[in-house]
């Protein structure tokens, strides 16, 4: 009798609870990019956050939601992605402005320009936008093609997951060759980790695909290895390597 006159409450908390873990989900990915939003546009400088961290969630995203198609997985994951490429757009959008506007006598690059050297380089957000959409028409085309073979549908999910689980490499790579994070947000890979950690929870106890599960715990990996970056550096600051060379903009969840 005492469970049962406890059903009335349990029953609508547990589906509170659902609410807001899916919530999480679907909004907990971008947070970790608004105090290194804010930072840009406070200092009017984009070189501590690499832009190709934008490349790797764009192409992720955009392999998941093709992968939905072949093989339903939860609303939440799917509207994650889609809140995640308009996030990366708008962080493209800024760290584009930002950088031509303190760049002098700069030579117009396009995406049209089809020059290797200076991919994801490009002088105007439009040129970003052109590229997503190219990807997106060809690699749609293909999942248009290929949908009915299993291998061809996990081996998509597989790429979207492990790429988003790379997440953090560009942003590493940058710290290793400045041997500095500065102009790197803190609280956005402190936030990177819990969120990452938080995400492969979510799907270990809700059965997403393995390779979700695989690769979020990768990422949660990568993260900690930033972490590590960031008091290496602070603690026993290094020279810069004579090598490195300083981009225009460069993950840096």
Same mark, same amino acid.
């Given at each position: 009798?005492?469970?049962?006159?406890?059903?009335?409450?349990?029953?609508?908390?547990?589906?509170?609870?659902?609410?807001?873990?899916?919530?999480?989900?679907?909004? *907990? *990915?971008?947070?970790?990019?608004? +105090?290194?939003?804010?930072?840009?546009?406070?200092?009017?400088?984009?070189?501590?956050?690499?832009?190709?961290?934008?490349?790797?969630?764009?192409?992720?995203?955009?392999?998941?939601?093709?992968?939905?198609?072949?093989?339903?997985?939860?609303?939440?994951?799917?509207?994650?992605?889609?809140?995640?490429?308009?996030?990366?757009?708008?962080?493209?959008?800024?760290?584009?402005?930002?950088?031509?506007?303190?760049?002098?006598?700069?030579?117009?690059? !396009?995406?049209?320009?089809?020059?290797?050297?200076?991919?994801?380089?490009?002088?105007?957000? !439009?040129?970003?936008?052109?590229?997503? #959409?190219?990807?997106?028409?060809?690699?749609?085309?293909?999942?248009?093609?290929?949908?009915?073979?299993?291998?061809?549908?996990?081996?998509?999910?597989?790429?979207?997951? $492990?790429?988003?689980?790379?997440?953090?490499?560009?942003?590493?790579?940058?710290?290793?060759?400045?041997?500095?994070?500065?102009?790197?947000?803190?609280?956005?890979?402190?936030?990177?980790? !819990?969120?990452?950690?938080?995400?492969?929870?979510?799907? #270990?106890?809700?059965?997403? +695909? $393995?390779?979700?599960?695989?690769? *979020?715990?990768?990422?949660?990996?990568?993260?900690?290895?930033? #972490? *590590?970056?960031?008091?290496?550096?602070?603690?026993?600051?290094?020279?810069?390597?004579?090598?490195?060379?300083?981009?225009? !903009?460069?993950?840096?969840?």
């Amino acid at each position: 009798m005492e469970a049962e006159g406890l059903g009335w409450l349990l029953v609508p908390l547990h589906q509170l609870v659902s609410w807001v873990a899916a919530g999480a989900m679907v909004f *907990g *990915g971008v947070v970790p990019y608004i +105090p290194q939003y804010r930072d840009i546009r406070r200092t009017q400088n984009a070189d501590g956050f690499s832009t190709h961290v934008c490349l790797v969630l764009l192409v992720a995203n955009i392999l998941r939601i093709l992968f939905w198609f072949g093989r339903h997985f939860e609303s939440p994951l799917l509207w994650q992605s889609i809140v995640m490429i308009l996030t990366m757009l708008l962080m493209l959008k800024l760290c584009t402005e930002v950088r031509v506007a303190n760049e002098l006598n700069i030579k117009r690059r !396009s995406f049209a320009d089809f020059d290797p050297h200076h991919f994801w380089h490009w002088s105007s957000f !439009s040129d970003y936008v052109q590229c997503v #959409l190219a990807f997106t028409g060809v690699a749609g085309y293909i999942t248009y093609l290929s949908i009915d073979s299993a291998l061809f549908v996990e081996t998509l999910g597989f790429l979207a997951v $492990l790429t988003e689980a790379m997440l953090g490499v560009p942003q590493l790579y940058r710290n290793y060759c400045h041997r500095s994070t500065e102009g790197m947000s803190l609280k956005m890979v402190l936030m990177w980790t !819990s969120g990452d950690t938080f995400k492969t929870a979510y799907f #270990l106890l809700n059965g997403a +695909p $393995l390779q979700f599960s695989v690769c *979020g715990l990768l990422q949660v990996m990568v993260d900690l290895v930033i #972490l *590590g970056q960031a008091y290496a550096f602070a603690h026993h600051p290094q020279k810069p390597a004579a090598h490195a060379v300083h981009p225009a !903009s460069t993950k840096a969840l």
